[in-house]
């Protein structure tokens, strides 16, 4: 498990979350846009895969099929998310 801060394109705001490395991007997107929408209190409008996980650092969108251990993506770093 990492801790990264999640920036929302969406509503321009930031979320820590906790996330487990190892998972696949797609699969931690959609968690991810699911938990802002609950406390944002809106809906997930459209298809959820067509979210998607944005490395600033690394200036790449990372793959949903790869894993945030994948990208050498560590506890600390900003990902964003749109």
Known sequence: MITVMIHSVMFDADY???LDSNTAVGELADEI???????????????PEQFMLYSLERKC???PGATLRDYGVKTGDT???G
């Not at 846009?33 to 298809?47: A, F, H, M, T, Y």
């Open 33 to 47: 846009g699911e938990v802002i929408c609950q406390k944002e209190q809106c809906r997930l409008s459209g298809d």
């Open 79 to 81: 990902l964003y998310f």
């Open 61 to 63: 969108v990372i793959d």
């Open 16 to 18: 820590e979350f906790c």
